[in-house]
C-alpha cells in the first residue's frame, strides 16, 4: 500500500518486518528494514526505484492499483545493487520500453546482474536534469563509491526532496515511515550501525560529497532514503551527523573485545575494564565475547571508542579462528584514528599477542606495546600488566 510522503510524491517501497540478515549473512537485521521506492506523478510520471528481487511480485501487484504501468514516463534507478534493482525485471517484463535514467556504471551493473536485455538506459552525470513538469524538475548526483560505483542520488526541485538512496538510510522498519514517527533510540543506533557497517570504508569519499551537495545550494525538506525511517523533520541532523561521523568519528568510549579457550583470556579481559574504569570513570567501557556477540553490533562500538583491545589465546601458534574473521572484517570498515592493544593467555608457544599486534596495525590501529600476555592461567604479576596497557591506551 502506498504511503503518501509530500504533495505527488508518494512511497510505493516494502516494508521488510522478517528480514533477519543483509548482503547474504554479513549484516545482523535486528528491527527489520524497507526497501524505499518512490512514485512522482506530475505531468510526468515517474518511479524512484525498485525493491528487493523476492518481492518483485508484490511489488508490481501494488503499484499497479497506484497507476497503470503504461503511464510511467521513467524509471530512475539510482543504485543497481539488488534490494533497490530487483523488481526491475518483472516489471520491464511489463513495460520493456520505458527508459531507465542512471549512471553509467548503473547500466554496468544492472546488466551484470541481469543481462543485456534491451532495456533503453539514458546515462545521467551530475548536473544533469529532467523536466517533470508543473514547473518541477529531478537534478541527478553521482555519488560514486557511496557505496557502489554506480551509486547516485535524485533531488527534486519544487517539493525539495532528495531521493539518496543507501547515504542516510538504516536497516529499520517504520510502518509510519517519518523519522519523527520512530522510536528516537533505535533510529540512531541503525543508523550509526549502517554508517559503521556500509559506508564508513568510504568516509574520506563522504565528507568531500556532503561538500559538493551543500555548494549546489538546494534547500532539501525532506530526505527520502532507499531504506528506513524518511527524514522530514529536522532532515539536515542526518547530514550534520555523517558529517561527524565521517571524520574519524569516536566518543569517550574502550571497548575490551576476547574470545577464550578456558576463560584464561577472559579474566585479563574483565581486568582491563576494571582498570580502565579505575583510570578514567568518565570513559564508557564494554566488553564483548568476539564468538557470541553480534558481529556488526560489535563494530559499531568499535566505531564509537577512542580505543578498544583485543584478546585471543595462543592456538596452533596462531589466534582463535573466531578472532581472526573478526579482525579480517575490522580491517575492511577502515576505522581511523584509534588506539589498540593485545592481549591473550598461552600454554607453550604464545605467539597470539604478537599476531594479534600486527593484524592491528595492519587495520589502521596505533597499537600501544603495553599488553597483557599470561603464561596458563593469568595470576596477579600478570594482570598487574593491565594498568600500563590501559594508561597507554589513555595517553
Ligand atoms: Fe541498499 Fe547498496 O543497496
Known amino acids: 500500500m502506498k504511503k503518501h510522503v509530500k504533495n505527488n510524491v508518494n512511497w510505493v517501497g516494502y ?14 537485521i535486528l528491527n527489520g528494514s524497507s526497501q524505499n521506492a518512490y512514485l512522482i506523478q506530475e505531468e510526468k510520471n515517474v518511479l524512484i526505484d525498485t525493491i528487493w528481487t523476492p518481492h518483485r511480485f508484490d511489488f508490481v501487484e501494488n503499484l499497479k492499483k497506484e497507476i497503470d504501468l503504461n503511464k510511467i514516463d521513467f524509471i530512475v534507478a539510482n543504485h543497481g545493487e539488488c534490494d533497490h534493482s530487483g523488481a526491475l525485471t518483472a516489471l520491464m517484463d511489463l513495460i520493456p520500453d520505458t527508459p531507465i535514467y542512471c549512471t553509467a556504471q548503473c547500466v554496468k551493473s544492472l546488466e551484470g546482474q541481469y543481462g543485456q536485455r534491451g532495456w533503453k538506459f539514458n546515462i545521467v552525470k551530475t548536473g544533469d536534469t529532467v523536466e517533470i513538469g508543473n514547473g518541477k524538475k529531478l537534478i541527478f548526483i553521482e555519488m560514486k563509491m557511496l557505496h557502489w560505483p ?12 532528495l531521493f539518496s538512496n543507501d547515504a542516510f538510510g538504516q536497516h529499520f522498519a517504520v510502518e509510519e515511515l517519518f523519522n519523527d514517527k520512530a522510536d528516537q533510540c533505535l533510529l540512531y543506533k541503525e543508523a550509526i550501525k549502517y554508517f559503521t557497517n ?13 561538500d559538493e551537495i551543500s555548494a549546489l545550494n538546494l534547500p532539501i525538506d525532506i530526505i527520502a532514503p532507499s531504506h528506513g525511517a524518511i527524514w522530514r523533520q529536522q532532515p539536515m541532523q542526518i547530514v550534520e551527523k555523517y558529517a561527524q561521523w565521517a571524520n574519524a568519528y569516536q566518543e569517550n568510549q574502550i571497548t575490551v573485545f576476547y574470545d577464550t579457550m578456558w576463560e584464561g583470556t577472559t579474566k585479563i579481559a574483565h581486568r582491563i575494564a576494571e582498570e580502565i574504569h579505575q583510570q578514567s570513570p568518565q570513559t564508557v567501557v564494554k566488553v564483548f565475547n568476539i564468538a557470541k556477540a553480534d558481529k556488526n553490533e ?13 584478546g585471543s589465546p595462543t592456538v596452533s601458534n596462531s589466534i582463535l579462528s573466531s578472532v581472526a574473521g573478526w579482525l579480517e572484517f575490522l580491517k575492511q570498515l577502515k ?11 598461552y600454554g607453550w608457544s604464545g605467539e597470539s599477542v604478537k599476531i594479534l599486534q600486527e593484524r592491528l596495525r595492519d587495520a589502521g590501529f596505533e597499537v600501544v606495546d603495553q599488553n597483557v600476555r599470561s603464561l596458563w592461567n593469568p595470576k596477579p604479576a600478570d594482570l598487574d600488566a593491565a594498568a600500563p596497557l590501559v594508561s597507554a591506551l589513555l595517553a
Open 150 to 161: 554506480d551509486s547516485m542520488a535524485t533531488y527534486l526541485t519544487g517539493d525539495n526532496i
Open 335 to 345: 576505522f581511523k584514528g584509534k588506539r589498540a592493544a593485545a592481549f591473550g593467555c
Open 15 to 28: 516494508i521488510d518486518w522478517e528480514l533477519e540478515t543483509f548482503h547474504g549473512d554479513d549484516y545482523s
Open 298 to 310: 560489535m563494530m559499531t562500538e568499535v566505531f564509537r571508542s577512542k580505543a578498544i583491545a583485543v
Open 198 to 210: 556500509i559506508l564508513n570504508p568510504f568516509a574520506p569519499l563522504i565528507t568531500k560529497k556532503l
